[in-house]
């Protein structure tokens, strides 16, 4: 261990919190796992510690109405809801570090205190407020953001959102105001200055033109009449937290907020990457700067906004509910599949349309028929040994033709390339990356046939089988190691077949001969299909 790895500001990701107001569905799952993968990617890289939060938002009008149509005590109706998400983190093999809940009490302390601290900077004024409020998305939307239209199910007019077609509801009351306003200039620089504030740059430019629109102020409590389900502003019991200044500073209450140094230092604060779906760009990347910069406080290094999950091309959403069950899918695919499902096909600019048709496509193609084909190819076979080959291989060419020399040229190259892909938050690129060079593998492997030239008793061929069980066990153990935050049980597995030590299976170990000590595998590796690495799909469909 590294004596200083304990000094360094540790890596921290972070996930939304997720509302409690029903069950956590697929598009859920893909972004525990993508904040999941780059928590591990982290570790991977080895040079500090890494926390992950993830956890539920369980106040507002949202979920205080969600208890009473479930006919529930609301607390409860929390406790039961926030276990299925902490379940499916859990079944996801989401290694978070905490599970956060922002009915915690040190939560609520940490709201509290980060309220009477923008109070005491001249940040809150009370007045009037009126404006059409989405319950739904907890949050007003003016005039010119609304309109009206027919409700296709009951037939009668309604207004909504332009923006999410969700219902709005006039509300006109005296709430507390946050000086919004007072920030445009130097949000404006911070864009300027960090042109990756925001991944990826469609978004950027997005939120750009929306705060060069002008920013009004904003509406963060209500009375306290309306909305009871919350944490109350300090110092006034008659008015609530506006739900989204309460779930925003989950991300501080995780480091320790209030901070003993004012800016958090010798905590995990900031955040180098905060994980969201595109829907909640605007309270992420407008007002949480906003109010950070209020305060002092670091701002994340990152916020990285992904797309969405489609069903029929409509965003899969609890409230409409056409969503596919998380918990279903693993069981029936396995926890890896999914995992690699949702990070090979998912989007960050662009949405997909989630389809079992691909993961059996997917499945079949890359991982049984890729990977899988190629470790137990390798492995198992019984006319060469891999822990010889290895040792012999290194440094050794075949007399390589453009194909061999262009396998190896990639394979040398590829830890560097998925690093960059990483740098720049996209595991999807990092992921397809390793998966062409798997396929190259396979190629290579066809391509010199080696179970043909094994049958050669002639010294040459013999040397060269080696050479080529060689690179191909390189890659496997190359790529094991680099696809272990994709599909940390499965590559487990691959480096224990290959026979890869415990303390061989980070970043440093993922070059080319990096390690030659391999080759013997731990444990049996079993016989038949069904011990395989990616075993034959039980249901098709
Ligand atoms: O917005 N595809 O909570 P939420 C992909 N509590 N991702 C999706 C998705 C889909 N179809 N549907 C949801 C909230 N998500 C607030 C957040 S943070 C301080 C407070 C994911 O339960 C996506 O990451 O509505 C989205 O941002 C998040 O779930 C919203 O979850």
């Known amino acids: 261990p590294n004596p200083s790895k304990h000094t360094l500001k540790p890596y921290y990701v972070t996930t939304p919190i997720f509302y409690v107001n029903a069950a956590p569905h697929v598009g859920h799952l893909y972004t525990f796992v993508l904040a999941d993968i780059l928590k591990r990617w982290a570790l991977l890289c080895g040079d500090r510690p890494a926390v992950m939060l993830t956890g539920t938002d369980e106040h507002g009008m949202k979920v205080q109405r969600a208890a009473q149509k479930a006919k529930t005590d609301t607390k409860l109706f929390c406790d039961q809801t926030m276990l299925q998400f902490d379940r499916l983190a859990r079944k996801a093999n989401i290694s978070y570090n905490r599970f956060i809940r922002t009915t915690d009490p040190d939560h609520k302390e940490a709201v509290q205190h980060f309220w009477r601290e923008l109070n005491h900077r001249g940040y809150i004024y009370e007045s009037k407020h009126e404006g059409w409020y989405s319950v739904s998305d907890e949050t007003f939307f003016p005039q010119s953001a609304v309109h009206l239209i027919r409700d296709p199910a009951t037939g009668r007019k309604i207004m909504v959102s332009k923006e999410t077609g969700r219902e709005v509801e006039w509300t006109s009351e005296t ?8 920030f445009r200039y130097r949000l404006l620089r911070l864009y300027d200055d960090n042109p990756g504030f925001v991944v990826p740059a469609t978004r950027m430019n997005h939120v750009i033109q929306e705060v060069k629109k002008g920013l009004g ?6 009375p306290a009449e309306r909305l009871t389900w919350g944490i109350r502003v300090p110092n006034d019991d008659s008015q609530t937290i506006y739900v989204w200044l309460d779930a925003l500073v ?9 901070f003993a140094d004012r800016t958090g230092s010798g905590t995990e604060w900031p955040p180098d990457v905060q994980v969201i779906g595109k829907d909640i760009t605007k309270f992420h990347c407008i007002y949480w700067p906003a109010f950070l910069m209020a305060l002092n406080l670091p701002l994340p290094t990152q916020i990285l906004t992904h797309a969405h999950w489609t069903m029929n091309h409509a965003k899969m959403s609890k409230s409409t509910g056409n969503v596919v069950n998380p918990f279903f899918a693993i069981d029936r695919f396995d926890v890896d599949t999914m995992r690699f499902y949702m990070a090979y096909d998912g989007g960050i600019a662009d949405d997909t349309d989630y389809d079992n048709y691909y993961i059996i496509q997917r499945y ?5 028929g890729g990977i899988g084909n190629l470790a137990s190819r390798i492995t198992r076979g019984k006319r060469w040994s891999v822990h010889e080959s290895v040792r012999y291989g290194a440094g050794q060419d075949l007399e390589m033709e453009p194909m061999g020399k262009d396998h190896r040229t990639r394979l040398a190259k590829l830890r560097a390339q998925v690093k960059h892909h990483f740098g720049s938050s996209n595991p999807r690129e990092a992921l397809h990356h390793i998966m062409d060079v798997l396929a190259l593998t396979h190629k290579f492997i066809t391509h010199y046939a080696v179970w043909r030239i094994v049958n050669d008793p002639n010294e040459k061929a013999q040397r060269d089988v080696k050479i080529i069980i060689y690179y191909a066990a390189e890659s496997l153990r190359i790529c094991g ?11 487990e597995r691959l480096l224990d077949m290959l026979g890869v030590d415990e303390t061989r299976r980070s970043y440093g170990y993922a070059g080319l001969g990096s390690d030659l000590s391999y080759g013997i595998p731990k444990g049996d590796l079993g016989a038949g299909a069904d011990t395989s690495l990616f075993p034959p799909l039980t249901s098709e469909l």
Not at 250 to 258: C, F, I, K, V
């Open 481 to 491: 190691i680099l696809l272990q935050p994709f599909m940390p049980s499965k590559m």
């Open 217 to 222: 102020d904003l509406s963060i409590s209500r």
């Open 175 to 182: 709430n507390y105001h946050f000086r919004l306003s007072a």
């Open 250 to 258: 989950n991300y501080l209450t995780q480091a320790g907020y209030p």
């Open 364 to 368: 079949k193609k890359l991982l049984q």
